[in-house]
């Protein structure tokens, strides 16, 4: 494969994938205003299109159309700079997210995942510490105190959150001796849905805790402080108006779609099918293809859609009851965790 | 590649430094810390060191550097103004930069002269093998005893500023209390 072909099968890939991620965003807000719809009784948008499946159209539109206001007081290169930050780095992640069998190109060209780090488990980390920097500016660019509470409240939900994310991923490290996430799942296909890191792998508390600090670090229900409309009017982005909310609000949902992307490739086999392993390729190369994207794809919707479940069920936290549970309870089990795994690998 | 890459962001890492001198709004100049550290870890990512580089962006950039911001933003901080002494610091420091400068590029000229660069020699990593592991080597094996010893070290500081923390706070409490009666 020449250097050429390499670049422009490259910035395909790009392009599809970022199309697809920005449409799967539009799509997860459907589906959580539909499903939220069915867990109070109601029906949820099903005007526009059938089932109102072309809403998130119209709802683009009227972003794109509503007046875009800067108030006078904001500081504004950084004004303008927050949203950016947010929404990039909410799209980079999925550059180093597998999300199909390996190869599959001409050539054996990677065509399911756009780069192969092996360190990729620490580049979503980073990335996602990088991701603070939007909300925070936006909250002190704004030059409005509930913007600025809710700021503060998210970049330190988001420091003491990250902590325990973070170790509770170790467990998985460890069991894999990897951070390539294709190593990651590829360790756990053995066995089918047996030896996934939630069943086999012995990593259900794991799983558990970052689930808990997922919610928190993409500022969901229950953990949706910084935005928490009853107290703080609209958080951090009390002051944004059109196309930059729409970035804010892309960003959550972008970060949604990692999160319950990197829970997959971790915790629940990836590509791989229920049956792993077991169930060899078959004749077909479109069903080698196809299929695996078709797993990882359903198993990111099973995962939204308990993201959208518990914010239709559970009732906002209080701050310090936040911050307790973080710090009290998340770490603790976590590094509780790391010895046990540590311990467990080393006996077994 | 390399070295188009290698110059872009040593370019960036230098802008981003010199601005950090020149903006006097105290939340720009921490941005272009930012900026610093970030092109350095892609510099690390150039030599080979891929751990070392996404350390530097999740502990530099992320960690520390919001701590910076936060306390920026807390404290308000305005505008720097020009003192007696801010001006005296700047007439001295930037000769004296050139000057540490010179003998650094001296002394590195001396060592290993004009000519190709050796990156990246120390890494003695084969083709396939994450550096990753070597260091985990390094850490957890050879210099056990310094790494645990450091480890201590950090964990007597938090305790100490978990102490000091605490003194004031119940100071304050007390006088509260006093206050009150």
Redesign the interface.
């Known amino acids: 494969m020449t250097i050429f072909a390499f670049f422009l099968w490259s910035l395909a890939k790009v392009a599809v994938v970022t199309v697809v991620m920005l449409l799967g965003i539009a799509y997860t807000v459907l589906l959580e205003r539909k499903l939220v719809g069915r867990i109070q009784n109601r029906w949820g948008p099903s005007r526009v299109g059938p089932f109102g499946l072309l809403q998130p159209l119209v709802d683009g539109a009227k972003s794109f159309l509503k007046e875009d206001l800067i108030p006078a007081a904001v500081?504004r290169?950084?004004y303008l700079l927050a949203p950016i930050i947010s929404l990039g780095c909410a799209l980079i992640a999925i550059a180093v997210i597998p999300f199909g069998a390996p190869g599959m190109g001409p050539h054996g060209f990677d065509l399911f995942e756009i780069s192969n780090?092996?360190?990729g488990l620490?580049?979503i980390?980073?990335i996602t510490?990088?991701g603070?920097?939007g909300i925070?500016?936006a909250g002190?660019s704004s030059n409005n105190k509930y913007s600025?509470l809710g700021s503060?409240r998210s970049?330190a939900q988001l420091?003491s959150y990250?902590l325990a994310l973070g170790l509770s991923l170790v467990g998985v490290v460890l069991h894999a001796g990897s951070?390539n996430l294709r190593t990651i799942v590829e360790q756990q296909a053995t066995l089918g849905a047996a030896t996934w890191n939630i069943a086999g792998g012995g990593q259900i508390l794991a799983f558990f805790i970052y689930l808990m600090a997922a919610f928190a670090e993409t500022n969901r229900s229950p953990f949706d402080l910084p935005e928490a409309e009853s107290e703080l009017t609209g958080g951090y982005h009390t002051e944004y108006s059109s196309m930059k909310f729409a970035m804010f609000f892309m960003a959550e949902y972008g970060n949604m779609i990692n999160v319950g992307c990197v829970a997959t490739l971790l915790f629940l086999g990836g590509w791989t099918s229920p049956l792993g392993d077991l169930m060899g390729p078959f004749q077909s190369n479109f069903l080698n293809a196809f299929l695996p994207l078709f797993w990882f794809v359903l198993k990111v919707f099973l995962f939204l859609c308990l993201y959208v479940w518990v914010r239709g069920t559970l009732p906002r936290f209080r701050y310090d009851q936040l911050m307790n549970f973080g710090w009290r309870y998340l770490l603790p089990l976590a590094i509780l965790n790391i010895v046990g795994t540590s311990l467990w690998l080393a006996c077994r | 590649m390399h070295l188009i890459l290698f110059f872009l962001f040593a370019g960036f890492c230098l802008a981003g430094a010199i601005n950090l001198l020149l903006q006097t709004h105290p939340i720009n100049s921490a941005l272009s810390l930012i900026v610093v550290m970030t092109s350095l870890a892609v510099l690390y990512l150039l030599l080979g060191a891929e751990f070392l580089a996404i350390a530097q962006i999740i502990v530099y950039s992320g960690a520390v550097m919001v701590l910076f911001t936060f306390v920026v933003m807390l404290l308000n901080a305005g505008r720097e103004e020009h003192t007696l002494g801010s001006r005296a610091a700047s007439r001295v420091g930037f000769p004296a930069v050139v000057v540490l400068f010179a003998v650094l590029a001296t002394i590195v000229l001396h060592m290993q002269g004009l000519g190709a660069a050796h990156l990246g020699e120390g890494l003695s990593n084969a083709p396939g093998q994450s550096n990753l592991e070597l260091l985990s080597q390094v850490l957890f094996h050879e210099l056990l005893l310094p790494f645990e010893v450091t480890s201590v070290l950090i964990l007597i500081a938090i305790l100490g500023a978990v102490a000091l923390a605490h003194a004031e706070g119940s100071k304050i409490g007390a006088s509260e209390r006093t206050a009150e009666k």
Request: glycine share 4%; hydrophobic share 65%; charged share 5%.
């Open positions: 500081y290169p950084i780090i092996n360190v620490l580049v980390l980073g510490s990088i603070v920097y925070a500016l002190w600025l503060l970049s420091i990250e951070l």
